[in-house]
């Protein structure tokens, strides 16, 4: 039952009392017809008052539960016109203060947020510049791999969490070579098997690194996993098709490109319509399918179209 009708039915049972107890004063007194009347123009007039005066009432009172609702939903700032005076503008009065306050809050903590996610940015960064210091070969590569991943992750409608995953594990997706020897990282000629088991580490390695740092949490199956393959061949653990996280799925396609188009101690840069070529054999075995049909279109529109029109050759 709304408040409004609530209120016309308190007065009239707060006018019924008096008026049975007159109506039955003039019944004693030989005056029932009078009695009777009396008792309803007792009970109209304050059925006429309590019309009158409940939308007072009820009025600001259902515009403070909008305005709760509306604070309950995130909306912070809203506010309540106030209405005259008394308890129910002062509860007004607060409620208006309560929201400001919320808004207040609520952008100090926006800010703060933005500060923690710029610094953990500068942090990533940092430790990606650590393997660049490392392994002068593949300086910038993390960066790049990073930023293709995130266009990657846009063409195939990836939300804002998995972009920030895509950009955090492409910059560290190599962390683990921190615990590589130099010499293995810099070897100019093909590596030995024991080198090469050395060099299947630093998967494990880097998720090792960053287990248990909060933040870098959903960026952890790209570094763990990048060099998993479609066709179940891969390392460290075998994984195959879409049992491979999404994330590490795409750090590889794009791993895969800067890797062949950026010159390496045991190779030079390839040519990049060499490289579509090799995409092309690898789709399906290494890469997912899907996620190379997206890295060709990030390719076909980054460079205006050359690569494109390549693409059916490849």
Excluded at 8 to 25: F, K, M, Q, S, Y
Aim: aromatic share 4%.
């Amino acid at each position: 039952m709304r408040l409004r009708h609530r209120v016309v039915l308190l007065a009239l049972a707060a006018a019924a009392l008096p008026a049975g107890a007159l109506a039955a004063w003039l019944a004693s007194s030989g005056r029932p017809w009078l009695g009777a009347g009396a008792a309803l123009a007792a009970l109209a007039a304050a059925a006429l008052l309590a019309g009158t005066f409940a939308p007072g009432l009820s009025g600001p009172l259902a515009d403070l539960v909008r305005g709760a609702l509306d604070i309950a939903r995130g909306r912070f700032g809203r506010e309540v016109e106030l209405r005259g005076h008394g308890e129910i503008a002062d509860l007004a009065y607060t409620f208006n203060y309560m929201s400001r306050e919320l808004a207040r809050q609520d952008a100090e903590n926006r800010r703060l947020i933005a500060a923690l996610e710029r610094g953990a940015l500068e942090t990533v960064r940092s430790l990606a510049g650590a393997i660049d210091a490392k392994d002068t070969y593949t300086c910038g590569h993390n960066g790049r791999v990073a930023a293709l991943a995130v266009l990657v992750g846009r063409e195939l409608g990836c939300d804002e969490r998995t972009l920030t995953a895509l950009q955090y594990g492409g910059l560290l997706h190599d962390i683990g070579k921190i615990g590589i020897p130099e010499p293995v990282l810099r070897k100019a000629v093909p590596l030995t098997e024991s080198e090469m088991e050395l060099m299947r580490a630093h998967p494990v390695i880097g998720a090792e690194i960053v287990r248990g740092v909060e933040f870098l949490a959903e960026a952890l199956p790209a570094i763990r996993s990048h060099h998993e393959r479609w066709d179940g061949r891969g390392y460290p653990d075998g994984l195959a098709g879409e049992a491979i996280p999404l994330v590490a799925r795409i750090v590889n396609a794009a791993d895969t490109w800067d890797a062949c188009t950026s010159s390496r101690p045991y190779q030079p840069a390839l040519e990049p319509h060499d490289v579509l070529g090799i995409l092309a054999r690898l789709r399906g075995s290494q890469v997912d399918p899907t996620v190379h049909d997206a890295l060709l279109a990030v390719l076909h529109r980054r460079t205006g179209g050359p690569l494109g029109r390549l693409r059916g050759a490849a």
